[in-house]
């Protein structure tokens, strides 16, 4: 099931940072790494469910900012301990200036990080 949503203004999420949204009910964390490019991960580190969006974009990645494990943004999996399991990547598209996010349909099968 295809169920893309628009979750923000692209002017809201600032270059070289990230913002947490809700899309199909859960927290999507949306990182701007330029102008037009964006990418969303599941807004839960898989270590210890703390907030993405909280963290820093450096490389393609977001780093966690409570014990620094950091996530491929394109592939969902951590390249630094402590974490060891993958976060879910979701498609992503900007269009018309807004950020479009299908949720429901995570390109990885990395399961929902749960509390
Ligand atoms: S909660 Fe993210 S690395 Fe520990």
Redesign the pocket.
Known sequence: MTAVERVADLAKVPVGGALQVTAAGEPVCLVRLDDATVKAVHDT?S??Q?SLAEGWVEDGAIE?N????SFDLDTGRPRSL??VRPIPVYRCEVRDGGVYVDAATPLNDAPVPRH
Not at 66 to 69: A, E, K, P, R, V
């Open positions: 580190c270590h210890q703390y966690c409570l014990h620094g494990s402590p974490a």
